[in-house]
């Protein structure tokens, strides 16, 4: 198992822009899934891309993965209020323990 | 929807008391995680387990053991707890392969004075 590195460590936007939030890691995977956590809602799954997939969407959600740079990005277009949280990836590879990082702290100012 | 549930969302205990922490998950899943989590230091794995009765250490299992009895439940237990416990517990859930979606509870943020 490994740690994603996210980048950036914290990010302020204003509500409407869009956030990019990236992350490295550094050997091959199997998938690479995204996480968010608020107070509100607590620690939530957003979205999982599997290592032959180079994109994938969810509503307001665009993620990336490259696998040659071993990167991985996630687009929020139009971003909210709501949207403050952090954020976290978690890249994985046969086996059931899941390393999450310290995560991107997103503020989306109103 | 997953539902996963933990028992308390605040605790206050002593220094040396034996504390339970309790998890429960509505949708048959195979494996079960108990994380704590720390401001500067992401969501470290204390134990997981796969099975029940079935169990291993993640990251961090000093000063902590575990239980589980029976599937839906996954217990973590402060046999002493110290003031260095003091953390937000997480307790997740995924179905049974590898590389699938956990589903969190809502956390247990415990004090230890």
Redesign the interface.
């Known amino acids: 198992s490994q740690q994603g590195e996210e980048d950036p460590q914290a990010l302020s936007i204003q509500e409407g822009e869009n956030a990019t939030m990236n992350c490295s890691y550094k050997t091959s995977i199997n998938n690479l899934q995204w996480y968010r956590q608020n107070s509100g809602r607590g620690l939530v799954h957003l979205i999982l891309i599997r290592s032959n997939e180079r994109e994938k969407h969810s509503g307001r959600l665009r993620v990336t993965l490259d696998t040659s740079k071993k990167s991985s990005s996630l687009l929020i277009t139009a971003s909210r209020a709501a949207d403050t949280a952090s954020y976290f990836c978690v890249p994985t590879s046969g086996t059931y323990k899941y390393i999450f990082g310290t995560g991107t702290r997103l503020k989306v100012l109103a | 929807d997953v539902k996963v549930t933990q028992s308390s969302r605040y605790l206050v205990k002593r220094t040396g008391e034996k504390v339970f922490l309790e998890c429960v998950q509505d949708m048959d899943h195979e494996?079960m995680?108990w994380?704590r989590q720390d401001p500067?230091?992401?969501?470290r794995?204390i134990y997981?387990s796969?099975d029940v009765k079935m169990k291993?250490k993640?990251d961090i299992p000093e000063g902590y053991s575990v239980s589980r009895e029976k599937k839906e439940r996954f217990s973590l237990i402060l046999e002493s707890a110290s003031t260095n416990q003091t953390s937000m517990y997480?307790c997740?859930s995924?179905p049974g392969r590898?590389?699938e979606?956990?589903?969190?509870?809502?956390?247990t943020r415990l004090l230890v004075l």
């Open positions: 494996n995680f994380y500067g230091l992401g969501l794995l997981f796969y291993e993640g997480l997740a995924s590898f590389q979606t956990q589903y969190f509870g809502p956390g």
